[in-house]
């Protein structure tokens, strides 16, 4: 259980931070920037729910804390060190990629296939949604950029690059199961 009897510190008003495994870093460190962005999204999920219908809203409850999952297991940079820890860090696992996998499936199994390229709107549920597809897809890079110098959990790549995928699908279902989709058209105003 975590208790936050008191919100401000005074620890980060020199421009460094705490990981969770007591290490202080710079707040612009690759590290604090991903799991920032993974905070970033999880605030845009929150918006997307106001728009969400029952269903999508449910999911986007259990995405949320998944977020959460994430940035613990993002601000944790000891991988190496679980096996022997006597209370071992939070890591995003397999089975919550595999969960966004088979409900991207059962979405995507209601719409059309795409002909076209669909611009972000529609509905504001969907212009939402792809606003939290694009924010899932900088904090993806950011992680990606992160593993390059840095021990990160493979999962935690491997669910940010479903869950944008997922919120895309979601994005089309809000779009009346894709019908009210926004096409492209290809130099459309030349």
Wanted: with cysteine; charged share 25%.
């Amino acid at each position: 259980m975590v208790v936050l009897s008191k919100i401000y510190t005074r620890t980060g008003d020199k421009g460094e931070t705490a990981l969770g495994n007591g290490a202080r870093v710079p707040k612009p460190s690759v590290r604090v920037s991903a799991y920032g962005t993974v905070d970033e999204l999880n605030s845009t999920l929150g918006v997307a729910r106001l728009h969400a219908d029952a269903e999508v809203d449910a999911a986007l409850s259990r995405i949320q804390n998944d977020l959460f999952d994430l940035g613990a297991d993002l601000c944790n940079p000891d991988i190496a060190k679980d096996a022997d820890a006597e209370y071992p860090p939070l890591r995003v696992v397999a089975e919550q990629v595999t969960r966004l996998e088979h409900e991207i499936d059962a979405m995507n199994a209601r719409l059309e296939p795409l002909r076209s390229f669909i611009l972000p709107g529609g509905s504001a549920a969907s212009a939402h949604l792809h606003v939290c597809r694009t924010v899932a897809r900088r904090a993806e890079r950011l992680v990606v950029d992160l593993a390059a110098g840095e021990a990160v959990n493979a999962e935690a790549v491997r669910y940010l690059n479903r869950l944008s995928d997922w919120f895309f699908v979601a994005a089309r279902i809000a779009n009346d199961d894709g019908k009210a989709d926004v096409l492209w058209v290809p130099g459309a105003n030349r």
